[in-house]
């Protein structure tokens, strides 16, 4: 089973999408040709969003770096990025077994009407594998692991039912979608509470900026292609030593620039392609659910926080917090993480944070700042534990040097390591065992318990 399931995930998002889309779509009622269309543009979407975060990470990385050194940033959890993180969970025993383990889950609570979201983003599974994998380093007990894993994965399904109507109001094409993703769904709860908070502060309940008014407002200064070049020429200055450096860095920095702006403008091309994909899968499920059950039910297909990620707010609040995160992680008192490889994946904080803002750019980059730097010591604190888990990878697989963490150092990731729901089931089991198992398990049942009631009444 770790031999298939490896295969799987080995083959990617863009691969397996095209075979899924096309089999849904056919079970669906779809024809052959659309539905292959369909599942093409969605795989043709991963991958030019992988060349695209590729493109930031490359030329993000090195000057980055250069500026650890430059000012001595160097702190001691290692960040090993979202890519060796996941390798690292889905690598140890849970994770081998997380794919068919949370699937079965995802169709008892769909046959029991407690869930409406069928999960299948299979990729982001690894984020049940990671906090599973983490706590069965920790305990050295798989039943622990597994406890943990299908704990985030149930707790996540409900969010998804949860938020779902309110995601798909405010993302144009995302009908018939939820997001069972645990690290966008962590954040939700702050969005609301820092929102409701922001609403009875004098002068800040008065602004309501979003991406169009940005550009009406600032013109140039406001297009996120603008800004990335900006910010990346910034950083690219940043990364010298002296001023003679800089001018002989002339080209790497502008360059740097134009290769931000490029992923700002282009991220929201790219994603496009999901929405066109998307479209008429979601249609003939809405259609056939109509028939075949009345138009009051639903169901919704769980999906990737990938399709999302180029609304104009998330790129340019994304954009306005990579320095901001730097200088966090190096003046807050008690961490011990910097963000370098993870920085990457800042766009999906924002996923489900700005259909609760409504798209507020100030609102969203405060809303931001807060989870980020609570994060910060959700890493430090997971850092030890999590180090674990990727030494033992390191072990079996010595040839891949992406899960090997420097010596000196402790692993860590800002996804999924920073997620609240990651760090609540960690904090429960690590500091009070299993009257931290019981409270879990009385707040999952009892949101499952709520979620049916909910679908029910509706």
């Known amino acids: 089973m770790e031999a298939v399931f490896s295969y799987i995930i080995g083959l990617g998002a863009a691969v397996m999408m095209p075979i899924i889309f096309t089999i849904l779509g056919v079970c669906i009622g779809i024809n052959f040709s659309k539905a292959l269309k369909s599942g093409l543009y969605v795989g043709v979407g991963f991958v030019g969003l992988g060349v695209i975060t590729g493109l930031l990470t490359s030329a993000l990385g090195p000057a980055l770096q250069d500026v650890v050194t430059i000012y001595g940033l160097e702190l001691q959890v290692f960040d090993m990025g979202w890519p060796a993180a996941a390798s690292v969970a889905y690598n140890t025993l849970v994770g081998s077994f997380i794919i068919p383990v949370c699937l079965g889950v995802n169709l008892v609570l769909l046959l029991l ?38 704990i985030c994965y149930v707790i996540t399904l409900v969010l998804a039912d949860v938020t779902a109507k309110k995601f798909q109001g405010f993302y144009p094409g995302m009908e018939g979608i939820s997001i069972p993703q645990p690290f966008c769904q962590g954040f939700m709860p702050f969005a609301i509470v ?57 080209p790497t920095t502008l360059g740097l620039g134009i290769k931000m702006g490029a992923v700002m403008e282009l991220i929201p091309r790219i994603t496009s392609l999901f929405i066109e994909g998307l479209k008429p899968i979601s249609e003939a499920t809405r259609e056939l659910i ?8 639903e169901l919704y297909i769980g999906m990737s926080p990938a399709l999302v990620i180029g609304h104009p707010t998330t790129l340019v609040v994304s954009l306005l917090l990579i320095p901001v995160t730097l200088v966090l992680a190096v003046a807050l008192p008690g961490n011990q993480f910097l963000p370098l490889a993870s920085l990457a994946g800042m766009f999906y904080v924002f996923v489900m944070v700005l259909p609760f803002t409504n798209g507020n750019v100030l609102r969203s980059f405060i809303v931001g700042l807060a989870v980020v730097a609570i994060g910060l010591y959700f890493v430090t604190f997971m850092a030890g534990d999590f180090t674990m888990a990727a030494h033992d990878v390191a072990m079996a697989h010595p040839d891949d040097k992406a899960v090997q963490v420097p010596e000196g150092f402790q692993a860590g990731a800002l996804d999924f390591a920073s997620s609240p729901i990651a760090f609540l089931i960690y904090g429960a089991i690590k500091w009070a065992s299993y009257i931290g198992a019981g409270i879990l398990t009385v707040i999952t049942l009892a949101l499952v318990a709520w979620n049916m009631v909910r679908i029910n009444k509706k």
């Open 113 to 150: 009407g407690c869930t409406r979201t069928v999960n299948i983003d299979l990729w982001n599974y690894w984020h049940f594998a990671f906090i599973g994998a983490v706590i069965y380093f920790m305990t050295g007990s798989v039943a622990w692991g597994f406890f943990a894993a299908i």
């Open 194 to 250: 820092i929102n409701k908070i922001l609403d009875f502060i004098p002068g800040i309940n008065k602004v309501n900026i979003d991406s169009e008014g940005m550009k009406k407002k600032f013109g140039l200064f406001g297009e996120p292609l603008f800004l990335g070049v900006i910010i990346g020429i910034i950083i690219g200055c940043l990364a010298c030593k002296d001023s003679l450096e800089l001018i002989d860095k002339i």
């Open 290 to 297: 109509a028939k075949k059950f009345g138009e009051d039910k």
